[in-house]
């Protein structure tokens, strides 16, 4: 789905940008130019990068974490 019209970024574009290491909306401006024009799209690119760094932060206090086993 396209969340920068103006620029013709989508989500996957950014998803993908987050995963490679992009964790800031200024990284993600740099990086597409997303926000620039309208900024219609800038709620939206918000909570993508939200909804990831929650994500991340899950799965690390997660990781650290012990196994248990539920035999």
């Not at 970024?9 to 490679?20: L, P, W």
């Not at 800031?24 to 219609?40: A, Y």
Request: charged share 20%; hydrophobic share 35%.
């Amino acid at each position: 789905m396209y969340v920068c019209v103006c620029k013709a970024v989508t989500d996957n574009q950014i998803k993908r940008a987050i995963d490679n290491g992009i964790c800031t909306r200024r990284q993600l401006f740099q990086c597409f130019g997303v926000g620039s024009d309208c900024g219609k799209c800038n709620r939206h690119v918000k909570e993508l990068l939200d909804d990831h760094l929650q994500e991340q932060s899950i799965m690390q206090a997660a990781s650290n974490q012990p196994v248990l086993n539920a035999c």
